[in-house]
DNA sequence: CCGTATTTGTTCGTATGTATT
DNA sequence: CAATACATACGAACAAATACG
């Protein structure tokens, strides 16, 4: 007859949160005694007991023996979230990572919260390994780099169930194709263009370029550097592109440098490396075989790292925003989180930096 | 008369905790019904559901109605400790620092810790900060590169209230010296004694030194350059000392080197840097002066970083355990939470790896 | 300091509803 | 359908802590 559906402790309790929407019950105020409120609704003490139990437990109410009920919403409430943010990145210790670590950090230090990190080591075992871990505890968000973009993403579960579990993620760097999900990145592709169109202007035309294949913005740097070509109606042979993948850029792209440096008259004359983490690499080979950078072979790399500055010739690079990046992630995914925003696409422009490293050609 | 003191619904959950410690409980199984357990124990039902209750709760038990209760010890009671260490360092993306984190990461990713991470960029107020911040939700344990190491303390309470809620920490590079805590570090003063050691067997007599003055690293290293040189009878003139602050070091060093350059036939033939960062600040201020690294001034640095072999001179440098450090530490600090065990002091000997920056003299 | 009233904490008993087997 | 299990609800009693006169 009556409404069973909704046990009396139950709609005993939404009543009770709404007085504390409604503010009528203030922090340290005095809630009716349990025997007060079993009358006033027509229910036994028990059932009040019931009600209060779980109402204390979850942080609205505390008790005390002998003393009586009181309110105690305000910092429980907020408290009960978790304010802690993940970042999982391929490295920590290599290359520009440190600085996107740091920019993320910084800002989400000064918004009150924990920063947890993690990485993969471009492995994407360790990859759901850090997933596990990093949501083994509640979280309010995650930014993540992708680890091997390129490749598809064995650990789409996990990222469906951040999505149904409500918590918010960012990619930085590239995503993955099939996750629906905002990303944070540099426009690689017009990077790989204003590479070449540089080199072109300078009045280079045999131009080798070596791309990492297994992440995405390898690829898309790879893209722009056959787009630039095609727009100034020049040929891209085969042999002038080197691939690779992460387990071999220790060796592989060095070799196929000495190879094509090795062919005399008809060697390249300036080298698009896919980082400057390469392009230093490769200046050692140009030195390896006696050749000078930047009057015999010139170098252009990607990032403006440290290193385009710490090495003896000074690298002309493209830009990334780094630290910059870093920060915008944060504060991005902070404002997903409190105020409930859609995620943003951001996509930097990398600008080239002259240094010494390209030398004019005639 | 019977015991009173604690209730008997305490007393039922603790004898069910036990079950689970003993593995009488496997995961999944199904507990005996609330009437068979409140029989047994010759407790009312009434009493037995309140202790179900808070076991559910808590994670232990699933009840499900119509079929009995479950069971349900495995991840709840690992993720009901914290598993999660905090890393305060003083800078993340510089130098060394990102190397330690990256040890220290993959060390406790492995052991199925969590790592937060917190910078202070050398600031005491952001000490505090990142303290409190770490110290909002529970945690295991914490690695503490301490800010400023030379100068006092501020947040010794912070330390102390640690030591009393029983979170074990570790110092890395230094500690503080109020504080009782063990410590990684390297035998910096050994490194400065060895720096000049192998200058003035190279030849070097006028030797100046640059270190920093807030940190006790600085401190330690220019206690051994000064320990060398009198070891070996020679005096070491004021003016051959430059000390300086984290707030000084992009201008006041730069600035001092230039003036001992200056001098003419009386300069100093050595610098010792503080650290490789430094050193390859210093070598451009030789190189600003038209003169050469090693021909005319050698240069020593410390920490053996990604710097010492970018740069155009490979910089001779002392070693530092960087990675090795970081995954010393929080194995070390996991073995602190899980065995208890006492921390112990680590002192890493640094060994001077020679490269191109130090020339012999005659 | 004591006694009393009030309030929450603990325990038992009983009854009914509802899901599962 | 019946038996069994948990879920909800009420009533009663006593214990322990607190407040107050």
Known sequence: MTNRQIPKYMKL?????SWFEAGKLQYGEQVPSENEIAEQFGVSRQTVRQTFGELEKEGWLERIQGKGTFARNPERREGEQAKTIGIITTYISDYIFPHIVRGAEAELRSKG???????TDN??????????????????????EPTKSA????????????????????????????????????????GGYKAVQYLLEQGHTRIAGFFKRDDLQGVNRLKGFLAAHKAAGINVSPKQ???????????????????????????????????????????EAVAATGLQVPEDVSVIGFDDSSLAIASGTKLTTLTHPKTV???????????????GRMAQETIYEPELVVRDSVAKRN
């Not at 492995?123 to 993540?144: A, F, R």
């Not at 915008?328 to 404002?335: G, K, Y």
């Open 13 to 17: 309790k939404k009543e009770l949160l």
């Open 113 to 119: 919260y924990r920063l947890l990190l993690s990485s």
């Open 123 to 144: 492995n994407k075992d360790k990859e759901m390994e850090s997933l596990q871990l990093m949501t083994s505890e509640p979280l309010s968000g995650l930014i993540i």
């Open 151 to 190: 490749e598809g993403n064995p650990n789409l579960a996990y990222f469906l169930e951040l999505q149904e579990k409500g918590i918010p993620f960012l990619m930085i760097n590239e995503k993955y194709r099939e996750l629906e999900c905002a990303c944070l990145k540099v426009d690689d592709e017009a």
């Open 241 to 283: 592109v080197v691939t690779y993948t992460t387990e071999e850029k220790n060796d592989l792209p060095y070799r196929k440098a000495l190879q094509l440096l090795e062919e005399g008259e008809k060697r390249p004359t300036a080298f698009v490396c896919y980082n400057d983490e390469l392009a230093v690499q490769l200046m």
């Open 325 to 339: 990046m870093g920060q915008a992630a944060a504060s991005q995914l902070i404002a997903m989180i409190e105020q």
